[in-house]
């Protein structure tokens, strides 16, 4: 099987052909470079029609001067040169996508092959995971305009969690533009930092989410203050690249995988692949980050992933294919993978390696301990290490004051960052999840927001269950606050973590929600459905 894949989401107007049986890849790219400034879409959008009929005719080029002269001759029929059309269909920016939409549909008319619609973001994390060939991968894309992590569940890829604002590559691109810097801006960042030293700089992860707002302004203010370019630069990739491999560990914790692949732009940077290898190392896991050629957007990514499509029968009629800016990957119904819902680890260990500590259970007792995390830079782990486990202690005993089953907390060594707790539950929710269960969470977490606490990471493995309760552990990214959007943020945790773990996550989440709204306020509820649909496509 022979697929023509077309690019052009942003910035490269790209064509490739992918031969299943060979497994070579050909890849034709034309990149478009910015005179100043960042991308603009109207000048992106007179590039891909400069550029896509030329990148697309040397593709067909090359898959013409594959097929044996004897098939042209023998046959009076005209020979496709390939079986299918596989081509971008979003995210990105909208004037591209229409550009390389109608290119795509004009070619499976005139070669009379079938068309398959690709989701630009399944395609940056399904390249990795052929090219590796792991089973059942937790995926972190880290490219221009997105970044999040991914996890395969009953037919979908769920988003496990995400910037809650712009995608990294864009975040670090916005600040070389305030430095003056030529686009793109992640390779001259790359470059400068090994020259830097590090500085405070902000650090924000909600459970799995993150945010890079806070890290962006706070990196041009220093600039702007007088600190040394490659010392922001350095610092930039040390909290960037930390805050991405925590919530991948986090992912690899909660789903019980030990698969991690890589995907995106962002995913050429060596500091970015060394946090990642070392995290995976360190945990047991296999990593894997596909050549370069794969990782920055390119149609070869596209053309294999339309072969796997094309092979499951999911084709799409011309007619239904217009092009979606905001394609998000948990819309993909996964029509090529199996549907296998992976059973979790349920029985309990003596000791217990979460994303952030080792935790060693006794049967009246448990220590939890924050060993250092060698991919961080000493001083923003040591920081981290410090901070959370102060706060761990004293927002699991505040809660417990406020009426929400906790831990009794009965001795804390902040020189090790160990705490040691009362051994609550029998299970952890993830293992035993029901909706009276559930529902527990959704009154908990509204005592906890009333009384001004945010939990910070609530999901379903921060959560224990025996016969009669269901505690809540694990407060290491709590905080207090009296924000609505904090407190939403929790609820878009719990259920992000309800999507990746459970097989009914649509209707556990009903129950929690009904609960939350008898102990809770509604408006952060509304505040909920806001985050939901927030385009993340900045
Ligand atoms: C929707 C689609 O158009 C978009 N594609 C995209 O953003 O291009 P991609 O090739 O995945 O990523 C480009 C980004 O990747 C960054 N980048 C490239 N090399 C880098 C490096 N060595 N270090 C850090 N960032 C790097 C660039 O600065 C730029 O922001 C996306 O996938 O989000
Ligand atoms: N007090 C407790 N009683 C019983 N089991 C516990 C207790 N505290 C932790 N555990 C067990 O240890 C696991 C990891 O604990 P915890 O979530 O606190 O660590 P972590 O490293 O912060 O994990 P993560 O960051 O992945 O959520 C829990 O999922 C639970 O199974
Ligand atoms: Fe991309």
Redesign the pocket.
């Known amino acids: 099987m022979r697929i023509l894949g077309v690019e052009g ?1 942003a910035w490269a107007a790209s064509a490739a052909l992918f031969d299943s049986e060979t497994d070579a890849v050909f890849i034709e790219t034309d990149a478009y470079q910015p005179e100043s400034g960042g991308i603009h879409p109207r000048e992106a959008a007179e590039h891909m029609s400069d550029a896509i009929p030329r990148v697309i005719e040397t593709t067909l080029n090359e898959a013409a001067g594959d097929i044996d002269a004897d098939d042209r001759s023998s046959s009076s029929k005209r020979v496709s040169p390939v079986d299918a059309v596989a081509f971008s269909r979003g995210p990105g920016l909208g004037p591209c996508l229409r550009i390389v939409g109608t290119a795509a549909r004009a070619l499976s008319q005139s070669l009379d092959v079938p068309l398959v619609g690709v989701n ?1 973001m399944v395609a ?1 994390l399904e390249i990795g995971r052929q090219r590796s060939g792991f089973d059942s991968p937790v995926c972190l894309n880290a ?4 970044a999040h992590v991914l996890g395969y569940r009953n037919g979908r890829y769920r988003v496990l969690g995400e910037t809650m604002d712009t995608g990294v590559g864009n975040a670090i691109d916005k600040f070389t533009r305030h430095v003056g810097w030529s686009h793109p801006g992640g390779p001259k960042v790359e470059q400068a930092a090994k020259d830097g030293e590090y500085i405070d700089l902000p650090y924000v992860v909600k459970g799995m989410d993150f945010s890079f707002s806070g890290i962006m302004s706070a990196a041009k203010q220093a600039v702007d203050d007088g600190h040394a370019v490659e010392d922001v630069c350095f610092s930039l990739q040390e909290n960037i690249f930390a805050m991405l491999t925590e919530v991948a560990e986090r992912a690899l914790s909660l789903t019980d995988r030990d698969e991690l692949v890589l995907g ?2 962002v995913g050429n940077n060596a500091r970015l692949r060394e946090m990642l290898a070392e995290m995976c190392e360190q945990r047991g896991a296999e990593f894997y980050a596909p050549e370069p050629r794969f990782l920055s ?1 390119n149609a070869g990514m596209i053309a294999v992933l339309g072969a796997e499509m094309l092979a499951a029968g999911d084709t799409i009629p011309v007619a239904d294919s217009a092009v979606d800016s905001n394609f998000r990957p948990d819309q993909v119904s996964v029509t090529w993978r199996g549907r296998e819902a992976d059973a979790f680890r349920s029985d309990e260990a003596d000791e217990v390696r979460g994303a952030e500590a080792t935790v060693d259970i006794g049967p009246e007792r448990v220590e939890k301990c924050r060993t250092p995390k060698s991919y961080r830079h000493p001083t923003l782990d040591a920081t981290l290490r410090k901070e959370r486990t102060t706060l761990e202690a004293r927002l699991t005993s505040d809660a417990r004051r406020a009426g929400v089953p906790t831990p009794v907390v009965y001795d804390v060594d902040l020189a090790e960052s160990a705490i040691e707790f009362e051994h609550v539950g029998d299970a952890d929710l993830r293992d035993e999840v029901t909706a009276d269960r559930v529902r527990d969470v959704g009154r908990h977490l509204g005592t906890l927001h009333r009384n001004g606490i945010v939990h910070g990471d609530p999901t379903t493995r921060n959560l224990r269950c025996s016969a009669d309760r269901t505690y809540v552990i694990d407060f290491g990214l709590g905080y207090y606050s009296d924000d609505v959007e904090d407190y939403a943020m929790d609820l878009h945790v719990f259920s992000q973590s309800l999507a990746g773990t459970a097989d009914d996550a649509a209707e556990l989440q009903r129950a929690f929600e009904s609960s939350y709204e008898e102990a809770g306020d509604d408006a952060v509820l509304d505040q909920l459905r806001e985050i939901e649909g927030r385009g993340r496509y900045q």
């Open positions: 989401t630009h940056h490219s221009g305009a997105n995106g732009g957007d």
